[in-house]
């Protein structure tokens, strides 16, 4: 039986957050929580999607002319695979959809983006949404016969990143969708006014220790980018005020990354999360939430750097120090404080694929 399995990893931005979107470099690392792709093939001309986490199963669906989605099922389903439909009309539109008529089943497995927190299954923040897009064209461009189309990944990351933003509705910077292609730990930036992503694989410096901390609280970048694009409307020149610091900060990160400089991207992590601090405070967005002031009271406290991971309010922080014992002090007292430390690790290989039956 024809069949395709694809695991692509999730994200954390390290440093570089906002700046990303202004061409500056961001640092994110792949980690090791998966998303997760089946599709067999299946007799007849219709289709079954089933998606636990989105509490669908065998929402029938059938592959019209062009090879467009013609759902089948409620529209509440419908409505929760909105991504699979966005993703398959891309795909279309690219000549990488299934033939019209063709059968198959598509299992979606995104439970290792989820985490039980203090109220409950929590949802962790680390870029489900991306690394399922790359995880379901890339095991659709195989299960058509075009396979050959995601070899070249620098090439393929492009095409990857337009079908992610239809379904964000054109926000984002796509380095989640980088980081879940490319593995590791990348330099990743965006050049020609937004529309040319360019990565470098960079070494974690070895004198470098860090510490992953969940806030929570689960928090929407989508909302906060909104936001920040009305804000920007009418403060344009206090936008590139701060943009302006956020940039050469980031850069120097990178560099020290680059040369595998330990003490140098420490300092630049710690600089870089006072003018995050001070941009959130500008433009309105809790980026520090109430959980980040605390957890960053707490670094400040056993002289270790802090700040929110990616768009912040919520979600993920990371502590980075030279010092492993202080990192341990460090996480003796988050955990005294109710938070939690997530043992997340890099993950190298980035997308993976599996096929059998061609």
């Given at each position: 039986m024809m069949e395709v399995l694809a695991s692509t990893p999730g994200k954390l931005v390290l440093l570089g957050d906002y700046a990303v979107l202004e061409g500056a470099p961001a640092l994110v690392m792949a980690v090791n929580r998966h998303a997760k792709v089946r599709?067999?093939?299946?007799?007849?001309?219709?289709?079954?999607?089933?998606?636990p986490d989105m509490q669908v199963s065998n929402v029938p669906l059938r592959i019209g002319a062009g090879g467009q989605p013609e759902w089948l099922g409620t529209?509440?389903?419908t409505a929760k695979l909105r991504l699979?439909?966005?993703?398959?009309?891309g795909l279309a539109h690219e000549g990488l959809a299934p033939e019209s008529g063709r059968g198959f089943s598509l299992h979606l497995d995104t439970s290792e983006f989820f985490d039980q927190g203090r109220?409950?299954?929590a949802k962790l923040g680390l870029g489900s949404s991306a690394a399922l897009t790359v995880a379901l064209a890339s095991a659709m461009a195989v299960f058509v016969g075009r396979g050959a189309a995601t070899a070249n990944r620098r090439v393929w990351l492009?095409?990857?990143l337009q079908l992610h933003r239809d379904f964000q509705g054109g926000h984002g910077?796509?380095?989640d969708v980088a980081a879940g292609l490319i593995g590791g730990v990348i330099s990743y930036r965006l050049l020609e006014g937004g529309t040319q992503p360019r990565f470098e694989p960079v070494n974690w410096p070895k004198e470098v220790h860090s510490l992953f901390v969940w806030s929570g609280r689960s928090a929407s970048t989508s909302d906060f980018l909104s936001r920040l694009a009305q804000w920007r409307t009418g403060h344009g020149a206090e936008y590139a005020s701060h943009m302006g610091m956020l940039t050469a900060i980031a850069k120097s990160a990178s560099d020290a990354m680059m040369h595998e400089q330990g003490r140098g991207f420490v300092e630049a992590a710690t600089?870089?999360?006072?003018?995050?601090?001070a941009f959130g405070s500008a433009c309105g967005l809790d980026i520090f939430s109430s959980e980040h002031v605390q957890l960053g009271q707490l670094a400040a406290q056993a002289g270790v750097s802090y700040k929110p991971c990616g768009a912040g309010g919520g979600d993920f922080g990371v502590a980075f120090s030279l010092d492993p014992d202080r990192l341990a002090a460090l996480e003796r007292d988050i955990v005294a404080a109710g938070f939690r430390c997530v043992p997340l690790a890099v993950d190298e290989p980035g997308l993976h694929l599996e096929y059998t039956g061609y």
């Amino acid at each position: 039986m024809m069949e395709v399995l694809a695991s692509t990893p999730g994200k954390l931005v390290l440093l570089g957050d906002y700046a990303v979107l202004e061409g500056a470099p961001a640092l994110v690392m792949a980690v090791n929580r998966h998303a997760k792709v089946r599709i067999a093939a299946k007799a007849g001309g219709v289709a079954e999607v089933s998606a636990p986490d989105m509490q669908v199963s065998n929402v029938p669906l059938r592959i019209g002319a062009g090879g467009q989605p013609e759902w089948l099922g409620t529209p509440e389903q419908t409505a929760k695979l909105r991504l699979v439909d966005q993703t398959l009309r891309g795909l279309a539109h690219e000549g990488l959809a299934p033939e019209s008529g063709r059968g198959f089943s598509l299992h979606l497995d995104t439970s290792e983006f989820f985490d039980q927190g203090r109220d409950g299954l929590a949802k962790l923040g680390l870029g489900s949404s991306a690394a399922l897009t790359v995880a379901l064209a890339s095991a659709m461009a195989v299960f058509v016969g075009r396979g050959a189309a995601t070899a070249n990944r620098r090439v393929w990351l492009e095409h990857l990143l337009q079908l992610h933003r239809d379904f964000q509705g054109g926000h984002g910077s796509g380095v989640d969708v980088a980081a879940g292609l490319i593995g590791g730990v990348i330099s990743y930036r965006l050049l020609e006014g937004g529309t040319q992503p360019r990565f470098e694989p960079v070494n974690w410096p070895k004198e470098v220790h860090s510490l992953f901390v969940w806030s929570g609280r689960s928090a929407s970048t989508s909302d906060f980018l909104s936001r920040l694009a009305q804000w920007r409307t009418g403060h344009g020149a206090e936008y590139a005020s701060h943009m302006g610091m956020l940039t050469a900060i980031a850069k120097s990160a990178s560099d020290a990354m680059m040369h595998e400089q330990g003490r140098g991207f420490v300092e630049a992590a710690t600089a870089y999360s006072a003018a995050l601090r001070a941009f959130g405070s500008a433009c309105g967005l809790d980026i520090f939430s109430s959980e980040h002031v605390q957890l960053g009271q707490l670094a400040a406290q056993a002289g270790v750097s802090y700040k929110p991971c990616g768009a912040g309010g919520g979600d993920f922080g990371v502590a980075f120090s030279l010092d492993p014992d202080r990192l341990a002090a460090l996480e003796r007292d988050i955990v005294a404080a109710g938070f939690r430390c997530v043992p997340l690790a890099v993950d190298e290989p980035g997308l993976h694929l599996e096929y059998t039956g061609y």
